[in-house]
């Protein structure tokens, strides 16, 4: 299948690694220059290649800045002041209950989950809407929809992410522009190693044992491989996604018990 955005340009959000490189990569495979953006200059150009050797002869750049500062977003801008897609990622809080939700905490939530989104989506929307083309993925996470108490605090920055993307996607859908979220959950990324050495430290259980517990939880009785999601991505990034906006995908192994 053609996607039809071969020679489109592309910003990924913290794309040094799992979901963001998935979807970099995804991207690049169908013919889209892509640049990546991680704090890490040189795991950012190890990243690069990998993409390259993916998807040879694609156009990969990248763009070392902290998305949490408004130093890091100003940097970005300036190096690319324009794109066809964007695709919001960032790494989330770690997981917690309520002692540990002071208001520092959730200030930095928000401050990494919610507004460094908006505040790219503010600066590429108006040129999109201009061109009438854009497309804008945000990966959020299933529990957006099914809330979990640990993880608490990054569900409620994501939730106000996705709330106020619907709000701005109807307003911009028939310039053919669209907002669609990307809900992963149990992904095989490095997320799930660094939950499964959680629980292996919680539990006092092996490797194998803590992936194997997890994977249990999901409807398909496995991981989610990175390339699915990079797909999905793909396919809401396309020309042919023109009629999807404000939509929130799972990609959770059938998981997600509610019907809507």
């Known amino acids: 299948?053609?996607?039809?955005?071969?020679?489109?340009?592309a910003l990924v959000c913290a794309s040094s690694q799992g979901l963001g490189l998935a979807c970099a990569t995804a991207l690049a495979r169908e013919g889209v220059?892509?640049?990546l953006n991680g704090r890490d200059a040189a795991r950012l150009a190890a990243a690069a290649d990998a993409v390259r050797a993916e998807a040879p002869g694609a156009e990969v750049g990248i763009i070392p800045a902290d998305l949490n500062s408004a130093e890091g977003r100003a940097a970005i801008l300036a190096e690319l002041p324009d794109v066809d897609i964007l695709v919001t990622n960032n790494?989330?809080?770690?997981?917690?209950?309520?002692e540990n939700w002071d208001e520092a905490a959730l200030i930095g939530a928000m401050g990494a989950n919610m507004i460094p989104a908006v505040q790219l989506i503010r600066a590429y929307l108006p040129a999109m809407r201009a061109r009438r083309f854009g497309r804008i993925v945000n990966i959020t996470s299933a529990m957006v929809k099914a809330p979990h108490y640990i993880m608490g605090l990054s569900t409620s920055a994501r939730a106000a992410l996705?709330?106020?993307?619907k709000a701005i996607s109807r307003e911009v859908v028939a310039e053919n522009v669209t907002i669609n979220n990307l809900l992963p959950e149990r992904i095989?990324?490095?997320?799930?190693?660094?939950?499964a050495q959680r629980l292996m430290k919680l539990e006092g259980i092996t490797r194998d044992e803590a992936r194997a517990r997890a994977s249990s939880t999901i409807a398909a009785k496995r991981f989610g491989r990175p390339e699915e999601f990079g797909a999905a991505c793909a396919f809401l990034c396309s020309d042919l996604a023109g009629y999807i906006s404000g939509q929130n995908l799972q990609l959770d192994g059938g998981s997600y018990e509610g019907v809507v």
Request: aromatic residues 6%.
């Open 91 to 98: 790494a989330g809080p770690p997981p917690g209950g309520v």
């Open 162 to 165: 996705t709330a106020i993307s």
């Open 188 to 195: 095989d990324t490095p997320r799930q190693e660094f939950m």
């Open 33 to 35: 220059a892509v640049w």
């Open 1 to 9: 299948m053609d996607l039809g955005i071969k020679g489109r340009r």
